[in-house]
């Protein structure tokens, strides 16, 4: 699927998948599920749940799998949006998904769930 709006959303069954190609700084949101994200060339594959994001740093096709009922957003970055803009949003997807899972091992370890 080339997804070719500034932004769209995309409702993905369990087991169905979206090809975003040419994805460098197109930003993933996964409002509702869980999302697989396997972008070419990268030997890392991410998994985002409800409520992160990521953003997408290479320039050949991405395949955006859902392994659960799962709602996104695809933000494509705008032509000419600076870079430093790009890598704002970028840093602080990090820090919320790093902040999130901070959380959940946190519980584990106080509450043993």
Do not use: K
Not at 71 to 95: K, N, S
């Amino acid at each position: 699927m080339n997804i070719t709006l500034q932004a769209h959303r995309v409702e993905l069954r369990p087991n169905q998948f979206l090809r975003i190609d040419d994805a460098a700084g197109t930003r993933v949101l996964c409002l509702r599920g869980e999302l697989w994200i396997t972008q070419d060339g990268d030997l890392e594959d991410h998994f985002i749940h409800a409520g992160d994001a990521l953003v997408l740093d290479r320039s050949g096709p991405t395949i955006v799998s859902a392994s659960s009922p799962s709602r996104v957003l695809i933000e494509e970055a705008r032509p000419g949006a600076g870079g430093l803009a790009r890598l704002a949003a970028d840093a602080t997807d990090r820090v919320a998904n790093a902040l999130r899972a901070f959380r959940q091992r946190t519980a584990v370890t106080l509450y043993g769930h």
